[in-house]
């Protein structure tokens, strides 16, 4: 992160595809959106704060990871979230208003 440009997401993202770091969670935007509409974290939550809240919530699995991004951007949709369709909608603090 020492080198221009290179913020925390480039360097998980790099740390977990080229380098097989699999502890190595990466937040893009659809992770961020979830986390904070389920309520794991507040909407200021910073890059760290949502990556761990996150890690803390999945089991250790890289395939539990992409099924939440899988969610995340198809069913927790930016705009339109399908939040009858989803499979956490009782644990969702969003949905649950908006259903």
Known sequence: ???PGIGEK????LLSSRHGHHEVFVV??????IAKRLGLVKENAKYSEVQEAVKCFLP???R???LLWL???YTCRAQ?????ECPLIELCDYGRKHV
């Open 1 to 3: 992160m020492e080198l």
């Open 10 to 13: 480039t360097a998980d993202v």
């Open 28 to 33: 893009d935007t659809h992770i961020d959106r």
């Open 60 to 62: 250790k699995s890289e």
């Open 64 to 66: 539990i990871g992409g």
């Open 71 to 73: 969610l995340a951007k």
């Open 80 to 84: 339109n979230p399908k939040c009858k």
